[in-house]
């Protein structure tokens, strides 16, 4: 009898772990193809390097999907580009994602709005409508980070808004900071508050520089700390100057050595570009 409960039950573990190998073959294949969705949304790299044609993107998913994204597109003679974190990572922070690329394309294409703020004051509305957040405190307090850029390259300009992001921009080895608000798209903790929109010239050989928080917040070095905004700003200081891929080079290779053996915590993206104005 124990004999034959020792085959019944082998025949059980055998039957269970084929079983558990069937769903996580499902479930990777269902991220996968999540992944194929989400990456078919973002802007291609032919179509990046149609409107710029020097840039660089350092795109590190925590998870097969992400939470942040990046957008560009251009409408009339305005080139807008926006690089956003959502709350959470791997499929919640996806879905958000696909929200704010929709919402994005709606107000620039279709209600054709011109204006940094402008843009975030509308999709602010939008996502706290689709998330239907009302302010209660015991609601959900999903949101998005984004910082929200305008160039235009007939007056050399950048028109510049901030959902708690900001922009670097890199002038002769001067590195100014534009700051974002300290509010998010998506419901706030405080009174609600129009963004703020910021101007400011470009010109030849300007570096700037769109990114989320993952880079500046991962863990690691020698103390196991946060890698933190100041080395962030003096390593793109240091390399400003190098080729564009060069550049992307020396930051991968800064955040792996950085990372060592710790877990990746965050979702990493970084945009940036050298600005040459139309001829």
């Known amino acids: 009898i ?11 573990v055998k039957n269970k772990s084929i ?4 769903n996580q ?18 802007p291609s ?4 390097k149609k409107y710029i044609p020097e840039y660089f993107l350092l795109f590190l998913p925590r998870d097969i999907v992400s939470g942040d994204f990046y957008y560009l597109t251009q409408y009339k003679k305005l080139l807008y580009i926006a690089v956003a974190d959502c709350t959470g990572h791997g499929v919640p922070g996806a879905f958000m994602s696909i929200l704010g690329l929709t919402f994005l394309n709606e107000i620039i294409h279709n209600e054709k709005v011109e204006s940094a703020a402008g843009i975030l004051n509308i999709m602010r509305e939008k996502v706290m409508h689709a998330l239907k957040q009302t302010g209660d405190d015991d609601e959900q307090k ?3 980070d984004i910082a929200m850029g305008i160039i235009n390259k007939e007056t050399n300009s950048i028109n510049f808004a901030g959902a708690f992001n900001p922009i670097y921009i890199i002038k002769q080895n001067h590195l100014l900071e534009i700051q974002g608000d300290k509010m998010p798209v998506g419901i706030a903790a405080s009174e609600e508050k129009p963004f703020t929109d910021h101007n400011l010239l470009l010109e030849e050989g300007d570096m700037v520089y769109f990114f989320t928080d993952g880079y500046v917040d991962q863990f690691g070095g020698p103390e196991g700390k946060k890698f933190k905004y100041q080395p962030f700003r003096s390593l793109l200081l240091s390399i400003s100057s190098l080729p564009i891929h060069k550049q992307k080079e020396k930051l991968e290779t800064t955040f792996i050595n950085w990372k060592g053996n ?13 600005y040459h104005p139309a001829h």
């Open 2 to 12: 124990s004999k034959i409960i020792k085959q019944l039950w082998k025949s059980q």
């Open 19 to 22: 079983d558990i190998l069937k």
């Open 25 to 42: 073959k499902e479930i990777a294949e269902s991220f996968k193809y999540a992944s194929y969705i989400q990456n078919a949304l973002l």
């Open 45 to 48: 790299p032919s179509v990046i």
């Open 142 to 144: 999903d949101g998005i």
């Open 262 to 274: 710790l877990q990746q915590l965050d979702d990493v993206l970084i945009f940036a570009l050298r």
